[in-house]
């Protein structure tokens, strides 16, 4: 692996060109920030790495961050199409530079949540991988505000949008957002033949319990990296 700097400082902040053997193209990180330790997760620790008998044909990448799972996935996966949804702005743009080679992979501007709806984007201070939604009218401390009005939508709605019949990953890391998503699923559960959530109890108490609650008909299921792995056993992904 190599690594140059690209540009000048932009106040404390620099952004930084990663070329690796195992992507195609360069790709670009902001230091310091947590994109570092977003890159190690993604390309060192491998926590994304599956078994598949078959390679997949559709995959989404929710809570898309900078776009490193998308870049793993579509080097890894390269006839695969990957919906990659990100609600912060400063993360989407440069999600939108490091996935701009590759025309198999589309970025959409917003957040997955139970409704179709707008929503408020909160920084818990956990850097630029936390970053949390939460319904407008829910209120809490404005002064933790970083933007009004994020598009926040439903994953059946999603898929439908995209013409997507069948996805065969779901890849979800969205800071706590996983228990409204997973509140009632039944419209788009079934559609899904794998998936890999993070679930975050600690910031919101509740996210295991939906998610495990609502995917008891998956049949295989495992931990890696602090992911919760599930799969259909008619699906492409295979248990390890």
Known sequence: MSLALRGKLTGSQAEL?????????????????????????????????LQVRTEPRVIIDAGANIGLASLYFANRF?????????PDVANFRLLEKNVKPYPAVIPIHGAL???????????????????????????????????????????????????VERVDIVKIDIEGAEREVFED???????????????????????????????????DRWELSGNVFLARRTGCVVKP
């Not at 390309?43 to 790495?49: L, T």
């Not at 390269?78 to 990100?86: G, K, L």
């Open 113 to 163: 949540w139970k409704e179709n709806t707008e929503l408020d984007l909160i920084d818990p201070g956990l850097g630029h991988w936390g970053f949390m939604t939460k319904d407008r009218h829910d209120g809490g401390d404005a002064a933790v505000n970083v933007r009004a009005g994020v598009r926040g939508m439903t994953v059946d709605s999603l898929l439908d949008e995209c013409g």
């Open 185 to 219: 699923p039944s419209k788009w559960l079934a559609r899904v033949d794998a998936l890999i959530v993070e679930v975050h109890d600690r910031s919101k108490p509740g996210c295991s319990g939906a998610v495990y609650g609502s995917t008891t008909d998956f049949e």
């Open 78 to 86: 390269p006839a695969a199409r990957i919906y990659a949804v990100e």
């Open 17 to 49: 060109m990663v070329c690796r053997p195992d992507v195609k193209f360069p790709f670009f990180l902001r230091v310091p920030s947590s994109d570092v330790d977003t890159y190690q997760q993604v390309f060192a620790f491998q926590e994304y790495a």
